[in-house]
């Protein structure tokens, strides 16, 4: 049980550092490409060349399609949650190891393992209610949230 439940622990530390690591990038790669894009539009609007009208049709659709993005991942809030869940995970697991018993008592063992397990879950549905509650969908024109 201690062997699965290790293995479980670290898949679930792996799978959260994955996740932080890839919303990190997002965040930054969008806020660079729309700080290029936004501060290109004026620039490229007083340039004369040809396609000017597609070229500055395009950089304002990237920076309308990235910040909904954006907007709609909120990779910024997702990196930060993940990460402290992360946190949490590792200091559960680490206080597991240092709890368990160095004669190796089985019962006390399995004891501190199932608990060690129920610490996890409960961190997981924190990290599930916490992302679930501050998720906005977009609002359309002339719409007003929770209207129909």
């Not at 932080?20 to 609007?45: K, N, Y």
């Not at 610490?119 to 609002?139: D, K, M």
């Amino acid at each position: 049980m201690v062997m699965a439940a290790d293995e479980y622990a670290s898949r679930v530390r792996s799978f959260y550092d994955s996740r932080a690591t890839w919303h990190r990038r997002f965040h930054r790669l969008s806020g660079i490409l729309l700080i290029l894009a936004g501060a290109g539009l004026p620039v490229l609007a007083n340039l004369d060349y040809p396609g000017k009208s597609t070229v500055i049709s395009l950089a304002g659709m990237s920076v309308a399609v990235l910040t909904a993005l954006h907007t709609f991942y909120r990779w910024d809030q997702s990196w930060i949650l993940l990460r402290n869940t992360e946190g949490a995970v590792t200091a559960a697991y680490w206080a597991w190891k240092a709890g368990l018993p160095a004669d190796g008592s089985e019962a006390e063992t399995k004891e501190k393992t199932i608990a060690f397990l129920g610490v996890l879950a409960q961190i997981r549905t924190q990290e599930a209610t916490n992302f679930f509650e501050n998720v906005s969908l977009p609002v359309t024109a002339g719409s007003q949230p929770g209207t129909r």
